[in-house]
């Protein structure tokens, strides 16, 4: 396992922590336009993370 490949998967990690993060903290909220906006931020570091783009 090269440099390249510890870093990716570090990359990753972080990406993955800032989505769960997120996503709690849409689903605390109480107000229905703040979870719609939360969700449309969700949805490109969910395509991020997926390696979808």
Known sequence: MGIYNGITWCYRLIFILITVLFAVNIFRHNSMTKKILGVIVL?????RLFNIK
């Open 43 to 47: 949805l490109p570091l969910l395509l």
